[in-house]
């Protein structure tokens, strides 16, 4: 039986909720919470296998994951790999394309 973070889900929904400034019922954005926590393990299983397909070994991540961190990505670099996800806070299921950027490929902001 999987396990979920029940208080990360709550706090998901509620961003999910206070971002959708009232378009959303609060069970809606649960709804939507919940997705994305059981979409967590699968899209995480995809971006390995592509990661592994593409035979890359170091750190990747998104352009939005580097630009959390503080850095950016050089004007001109070409993805390394990319992988279909599922977009769980949609509420739908809907898939979308991810491309993944090496750590040699940013800089400082």
Known sequence: MKKYDLCKIM???????????????????????WQSAKAEPVNA?????AKKAAGITE???????WKAEGLEVI????????????????????????????RSQVQFV
């Not at 299983?45 to 296998?49: L, N, S």
């Not at 750190?59 to 994951?65: H, K, N, Y």
Request: aromatic residues 12%.
């Open 11 to 33: 706090t998901r929904a509620w961003q999910i909720y206070r971002k959708s400034a009232g378009k959303l019922l609060f069970g809606e954005a649960l709804h939507r919470a």
């Open 45 to 49: 299983e995809r971006i390995e296998a």
């Open 59 to 65: 750190e990747c991540r998104t352009w939005a994951g």
């Open 75 to 102: 004007h001109g670099s070409k993805a390394l790999f990319g992988a279909d996800l599922i977009h769980g806070s949609k509420g739908d299921g809907a898939t979308y394309k991810a491309r993944f950027f090496g």
